[in-house]
Nanobody, 120 residues
Framework: VQLVESGGGLVQPGESLRLSCTASGSIFSFRGIGWYRQPPGKQRDLVAAISRGGTTNYEDSVKGRFTISRDNAKNTVYLQMNSLKPEDTAVYYC???????????????WGQGTQVTVSS
């Protein structure tokens, strides 16, 4: 599955953005998808994931602010980000994920990502 991220930009604290992760390939609906982010100089971490059945998981710092959803008809997973903070600044990536032993692992190749910058 080839995934392409879009929707990033420069926003002020408290504003919102919606990221899109669009896939090529008919098996998209059978895959879990995760959104990851990599702040400058830091490692890339999972922030949200959605299973093929629609079950969602969130990293603690984004709970209540970010919402992951999927539209299988459009081969797209969204990340709605509200109440953005400067610490949300990062390059955001999506990837296919596997659920193993209660943990979530990336399972595909990384794309270019989309830059999100939150600054006043």
């Amino acid at each position: 599955v080839q995934l392409v991220e879009s929707g990033g930009g420069l926003v002020q604290p408290g504003e919102s953005l919606r990221l899109s992760c669009t896939a090529s390939g008919s098996i998209f609906s059978f895959r879990g998808i995760g959104w990851y982010r990599q702040p400058p100089g830091k490692q890339r971490d999972l922030v949200a994931a959605i299973s093929r059945g629609g079950t969602t998981n969130y990293e603690d710092s984004v709970k209540g602010r970010f919402t992951i959803s999927r539209d299988n008809a459009k081969n797209t997973v969204y990340l709605q980000m509200n109440s953005l903070k400067p610490e949300d600044t990062a390059v955001y990536y999506c990837n296919a994920v596997l659920y193993l032993g209660g943990q979530i692992f990336e399972s595909g190749s990384w794309g270019q990502g989309t830059q999100v910058t939150v600054s006043s």
